[in-house]
């Protein structure tokens, strides 16, 4: 018997899956900002101007941030902390503002302050508090690397309290200091990464004093002096001060000084100034 006749119909089935190619993915970009992190904050971000409310501990810390910022920024840049507006003409980018506890103080002494973050509640509260305080500041909802995308430089940079709730620390703070203007200047706030830090900022804090909602930080996120340091001596700046925000349990409030060991503050610049 002769063998029934083979089909070429399979065969032309596989040339044509064959010819067909799937279209290559765009790569994904990578981003500095934590989607679980930000929807954190913004479950309570209507409370961001309520002294007694979630943001309690941030409007506590805020008189001694903001008197350091003054005086590093002003040594910085020549000017007269004592005088009215000494950071006239100088522009400055607050990344994580939420609802601008510090972008408001800082634009009333002198500075063109633009504020991101990547809350929308956020930056609608920050607009509105502003108008209601006459302020111009320029609010958007934005990552850091939106900016740099857009090419945006100014001469002051700021991360307060943010860092630590980032995606990718290093690539955070290299895309913030590029943000830099030549001659600038970089400041970040967070918490050092040490059992003190574990025994204040998460079991006394958030479970013991519940000064802060549970789950607010994540300890292992957390991140030494020494290692932003490296981080931002990569991106050619230089470490100028650390500082330690410290908190005095007798009703002495927080206290610049002492070892680092929990919160702290960092300022750098670019040692040739470019």
Not at 13 to 31: D, E, F, K, L, V
Not at 70 to 95: E, M, N, V, W
Not at 212 to 231: D, L, Q, Y
Request: hydrophobic letters at 45%; a positive charge.
């Amino acid at each position: 018997m002769r063998g029934k006749p083979m089909t070429t119909a399979p065969r032309r089935q596989r040339a044509r899956r064959a010819g067909r190619r799937r279209p290559i993915a765009a790569p994904r970009r990578r981003s500095t900002v934590d989607a679980s992190e930000v929807a954190n904050f913004a479950a309570v971000a209507r409370a961001w101007w309520d002294p007694n409310g979630e943001f309690r501990p941030l409007h506590q810390l805020n008189p001694v941030r903001l008197t350091f910022l003054r005086d590093q920024l002003a040594h910085h840049f020549g000017r007269d902390p004592t005088s009215t507006c000494p950071f006239k003409g100088l522009t400055l980018l607050d990344i994580g503002c939420g609802g601008g506890i510090v972008a408001e103080p800082l634009a009333r002494l002198g500075f063109a302050v633009t504020g991101i973050d990547a809350d929308a509640t956020a930056i609608r509260i920050a607009r509105a508090h502003a108008a209601d305080a006459g302020l111009a500041i320029d609010y958007q909802q934005a990552a850091a690397e939106d900016m740099a995308r857009a090419r945006k430089r100014f001469d002051a940079v700021l991360s307060l309290e943010v860092i630590e709730h980032s995606a990718d620390p290093a690539l955070f703070l290299a895309t913030a200091t590029s943000l830099m203007a030549p001659g600038g200047a970089f400041a970040l706030s967070t918490l050092s990464r040490t059992l003190h830090s574990f025994l204040f900022a998460i079991v006394g804090a958030e479970y013991l004093l519940r000064w802060v909602p549970r789950g607010t930080h994540r300890w292992s996120k957390f991140i030494r002096p020494s290692e932003v340091a490296e981080m931002l001596r990569k991106s050619g700046l230089e470490t100028r001060t650390v500082t330690a925000l410290n908190y005095a349990p007798d009703g002495g409030g927080w206290r610049l000084g002492g070892r680092p060991n929990v919160n702290y503050l960092l300022f750098a610049s670019n040692p040739s100034g470019k």
